[in-house]
């Protein structure tokens, strides 16, 4: 039972453009939403988060949106860079302090020049 | 600063030995958890440990185990190698005074088991 899905595996788009990566959950009890990006041969690191009570947060060239009543969150870039071409993993924390993070599958975006 | 190192970071071994994996948390960070990271299934959460006490484990079976020492470094162990187990073994440390969620990983220690 995967309670956190990202249904597209990849993503192709052209530099300078818009990149949209999309992430549902069904767990309604996930307090904490976050992106993590994942070049190959290295570990993943953290590029952005919200909180369950907010529906959108930005940092950047990076936007995160939350529509708690879809369960549905996405991340924009924007403009996309080459840079950007990598696996994004979105990830869903619950309550007690727990660093457990439940991770979707992943979707590998490629930025083309 | 150093970041998360794990060791080892390859690692190639036959069905029914074990394997032990070692970690070493950004120093100061107190919080260790390990994911495994296969092409099916994405990172799994196998288990997290702070201050030497595991807080949580996820759903791997009893075969999968680890530690946490009081220097804060952590060793997960595997038993019983399935051909199944062939995957990254990642390694995240985390201040906990830091952004929720927010994990320092390793580059991780890439099993394979023949």
């Known amino acids: 039972d995967q309670q956190v899905k990202q249904n597209s595996p990849s993503l192709s788009v052209q530099e300078g453009r818009i990149s949209i990566l999309n992430c549902d959950y069904t767990n309604s009890m996930f307090d904490y939403f976050l992106w993590y990006k994942k070049y190959p041969a290295e570990g993943p690191t953290f590029l952005i988060s919200i909180s369950s009570i907010k529906d959108k947060n930005e940092d950047g060239r990076f936007t995160v949106f939350l529509n708690k009543s879809a369960k549905h969150l996405s991340l924009h870039i924007v403009p996309s860079q080459p840079g950007d071409s990598a696996v994004y993993f979105c990830a869903a924390i619950g309550q007690g302090g727990s660093e457990k993070l439940v991770f979707g599958k992943g979707t590998k975006l490629t930025v083309n020049p | 600063k150093a970041g998360v190192t794990q060791t080892p970071r390859y690692l190639i071994k036959t069905r029914g030995q074990q394997v032990t994996l070692s970690c070493s948390p950004i120093s100061g960070h107190r919080s260790v958890s390990w994911y495994q990271q296969t092409p099916g299934q994405g990172l799994q959460f196998l288990f997290e440990y702070f201050s030497e006490t595991q807080r949580n484990k996820g759903n791997f079976p009893g075969r999968f185990s680890g530690r946490q020492f009081s220097n804060s470094r952590s060793e997960m162990n595997v038993s019983t190698l399935e051909l199944g187990d062939s995957a990254l073994y990642l390694c995240?440390?985390?201040?906990?005074?830091?952004?929720?969620?927010?994990?320092?990983f390793g580059e991780g220690s890439r099993l394979t088991v023949l």
């Open positions: 995240a440390s985390s201040s906990m005074t830091k952004s929720i969620g927010e994990l320092f």
